[in-house]
Nanobody, 113 residues
């Protein structure tokens, strides 16, 4: 199984991006689908997650600006990022957990101020 992340890019502060993470096939028993990010010189941090029951959760720095969603039929999870700030600049990784853990390859988000 491969997770393919896409949608990153270079934007100005205040603009929006939508990240996508698609699985090469359906993964049974998914418990959590999430996004992490890693900025230069920093540790990878959790950003947002959506659980099997559809509940969502967000890290404090992105609450109110980012929205995670999923399309089960398309085996895809999205991260809508609005009001981007320079401190959101990072490589974003998707992560799915079932009995195993799967990581996407990362997509670069750069926000210029």
């Amino acid at each position: 199984v491969q997770l393919q992340a896409s949608g990153g890019g270079l934007v100005q502060a205040g603009e929006s991006l939508r990240l996508s993470c698609a699985s090469s096939r359906r993964i049974p028993g998914i418990r959590h689908m999430g996004w992490y990010r890693q900025a230069p010189g920093k540790e990878r941090e959790w950003v947002a997650g959506i659980y099997a029951n559809g509940a969502t959760s967000y890290a404090d720095p992105v609450k109110g600006r980012f929205t995670i969603s999923r399309d089960i039929a398309k085996n895809t999870v999205y991260l809508q990022m609005n009001g981007l700030k320079a401190e959101d600049t990072a490589v974003y990784y998707c992560n799915w957990k079932s009995g195993h853990e799967y990581w996407g390859q990362g997509t670069q988000v750069t926000v210029s101020s």
